[in-house]
């Protein structure tokens, strides 16, 4: 069963439900412009792997504010005592693997930023590639980056097709706002 399908198909007030719905009609498949949101969204999506969306999604706040509000230029000045602090987080996902990506990965935008203007400068220069094309540069440019991480960072910010089925609502709300 597709997300779209998911959504459509139940009615629930579960918060779970109403989280997913939330993400799924108002965030997953549209544009981000803001670096630092772009950023966090990638971060969420290295965090998932191996663990339910559902989680990440109840956890956002928390990794918001562990993560100085997704702060590229912030995060990529963390040091040893940033790095314990966060597996101490009960409120995030405390694996040393992601969040050392997550250290690494913001030092890496800042230096694309110095070439690009931003993360998103990067993106917009690179798209629109295929999706082996994306998985291989960010393979190349990134930490923890597979290619289900890469595939879903890219369909839940617009840059590769799939987010919505043709059917969905979504789909042609965002559509027309290209």
Known sequence: ??????????HSDHP?????????????GFPIQDDNELFGRFLLEINQAGLS????????DNFRKAYDGFAIDRIALYEETDRQRLMQDAGIIRNRLKINAAIVNAQK??????EFGSFKGWLDAHHPLDKPEWMKLFKKTFKFTGGEIVNEFLMS????????????PVYHHIHSLS
């Open 16 to 28: 779970d439900y109403i989280l997913n719905k939330a993400y799924h009609d108002h965030q997953y």
């Open 53 to 60: 969306w559902t989680l990440m999604l109840r956890k956002q």
């Open 1 to 10: 069963m597709s997300y779209c399908e998911y959504i459509a198909n139940n």
């Open 157 to 168: 910010t617009g840059y590769l097709p799939g987010a919505h089925q043709p059917d969905c």
């Open 109 to 114: 935008i800042v230096l694309l930023k110095e």
